[in-house]
């Protein structure tokens, strides 16, 4: 519906996906310090509109974003501990004990290191008085309709070794029950608070210096959360759950060419009876938290809107699934009603069906179009000449894909063919350059390309996830000396030749 089409506020630019992860620093991970905004002077000196990141949330078992036990908190990891040092909060012998430039993210390591230092530099904000602060308390209070709960979750599951909150004792198992023996954690949940908080600080401090530079940030909503996650344990009856509190059906997506037993992702599934009757209230707290955070949200998965796929939970593979219908109309009505000027992309890939066009037409989202998919068919819909309306977001591939020099490399038979016909061979640049340049030039309201692909990467350096793969994923780490005149120079020209050059 035209009248639901979302304006960015801009037109023609161009972005950068590089997740906050992968930044290059000194401990470990990429965080919300000097690295974060180097890049950020990165994009403005390139003239780049926009930075997309993944998701902020927290990780977990598996360490990816998309199955984290909170879905409206903050990753601690991305506290920047120069910061920490610059207020007062940790020594210099601290950091230096924290120092571990490793080629790839090490999330074990940072699991058993990482909350040391944190507890530190939070006993040094407690013996300042820093529960008195002003800024805490205030972003305490705008925030009790989940921190509480979510301090207290995480209280509990120190208490429990991190064991899944399913199998915890009756008494904490039931949120209601838990909440009134929260006194005797309360000091654990000052330290998750104030986890959140300087999270929050430091995130609103980047936003803000990248705002004055004239860059907006995208940020990306998982369509699910994880069984173990406060968001489950908080609010039960939003899933399908059995008495013992286990999923009774779990997400996932069918057995194709590509993964012959399908994908398990193992998410409880909502109980959409129950959302569609409250009016949607939980995803409107979701989007609106999630716009406290970002200018433009994209949502992964969306044709799980439309359509989801279930799997039965306890199976090991996702071929015994089956496909039910889900109110996204409704849903996305009822978004659009309540966050009216509200930016948002609709990841609608996968196995598009006719409920899942007609759900993106309702909304006015920009879809997004995949280069990586445009040569497999003739006059496909993901080929620039074939884009029908300004109205998406183009991607030369995305952090599923392979990187596109790879990709392109591996390219065999008539899609080989195809992508030398539609994609102009300029000799002056390398190859997955030329296929950088087709997104640009396409009539695509923004164009958005990862950073391995303007360092021109293959996957054995720079892939970040394998999907249906369990380990080895989310860990890939920009090199420290990314920021050279060549490859500004490049990234430069690219913009400004096709006309996405930010002002």
């Excluded at 194709?256 to 399908?262: I, Q």
């Excluded at 000449?385 to 790879?406: E, F, I, L, M, P």
């Amino acid at each position: 519906m035209e009248a639901h089409t979302k304006n960015f506020g801009f037109d023609h630019k161009s972005g950068i996906l590089m997740p906050i992860s992968s930044l290059p620093n000194k401990f470990g991970i990429g965080s919300f310090g000097k690295c974060a905004y180097d890049f950020a002077d990165f994009l403005a000196t390139t003239k780049t509109k926009c930075w997309q990141v993944l998701p902020l949330n927290p990780t977990s078992y598996g360490d990816s974003p998309y199955q984290s036990p909170a879905s409206i908190a903050g990753n601690p990891y991305f506290i920047d501990l120069d910061v920490l040092h610059q207020k007062g909060l940790l020594t210099l012998k601290e950091l230096k004990e924290n120092i571990h430039n490793t080629k790839r993210v090490d999330y074990g390591w940072l699991f058993c290191n990482r909350y040391n230092v944190l507890r530190k530099a939070y006993a040094r904000f407690l013996k300042r008085g820093g529960e008195e602060d002003v800024a805490y308390t205030k972003f305490v209070r705008k925030n009790k309709s989940w921190i509480e709960d979510y301090s207290l979750f995480m209280a509990l599951k120190v208490h429990y070794n991190f064991c899944s909150w399913n199998n915890w004792a009756d008494e904490h198992k039931d949120v209601n029950k838990a909440r009134k023996q929260k006194a005797a954690f309360a000091d654990e949940c000052g330290f998750w608070k104030w986890i959140q908080f300087e999270f929050d600080s430091e995130w609103q401090a980047l936003r803000k210096y990248c705002h004055k530079k004239g860059i907006v940030i995208i940020g990306d909503m998982p369509i699910y959360v994880a069984h173990d996650s406060m968001d489950v344990w908080q609010a039960p009856r939003q899933f399908l759950l059995d008495e013992k509190f286990n999923p009774t059906v779990v997400a996932g997506v069918p057995p194709d060419g590509f993964s012959p037993d399908g994908q398990l992702w193992g998410n409880p599934i909502y109980n959409w009876k129950l959302m569609k009757e409250d009016g949607f209230k939980w995803w409107k707290n979701r989007v609106r938290a999630s716009f406290n955070l970002y200018d433009i949200l994209r949502i992964d998965h969306f044709r799980g809107f439309a359509g989801y796929y279930t799997v039965p939970y306890g199976d090991t593979t996702a071929r015994n699934g089956w496909w039910e219908s889900a109110p996204g109309i409704e849903l996305f009505k009822a978004i659009n009603e309540t966050f009216p000027k509200a930016k948002i992309i609709a990841e609608d890939l996968g196995f598009i069906t006719p409920d899942v066009r007609e759900l993106l037409d309702s909304t006015g989202f920009p879809g997004m179009k995949i280069l990586q998919f445009a040569f497999f068919d003739e006059d496909s819909e993901y080929l620039p000449r074939c884009y029908t309306t300004k109205n998406c977001v183009v991607y030369s591939g995305s952090h599923d894909a392979d990187c596109t020099r790879t990709w392109h490399l591996n390219l065999t038979g008539p899609a080989k063919e195809r992508f030398v016909r539609e994609c102009k061979r300029d000799t002056r640049q390398s190859r997955t350059y030329d296929v950088i340049e087709l997104a640009l030039s396409s009539v695509a309201n923004l164009a958005v390309i990862p950073i391995q692909d303007y360092l021109d990467l293959t996957n054995e350096q720079g892939r970040m996830n394998t999907p249906a793969v369990a380990e080895g994923n989310w860990n890939y780490r920009l090199s420290s000396r990314y920021n050279t005149p060549a490859l500004v120079k490049k990234v430069k020209d690219l913009t400004a030749r096709t006309g996405r050059a930010s002002k």
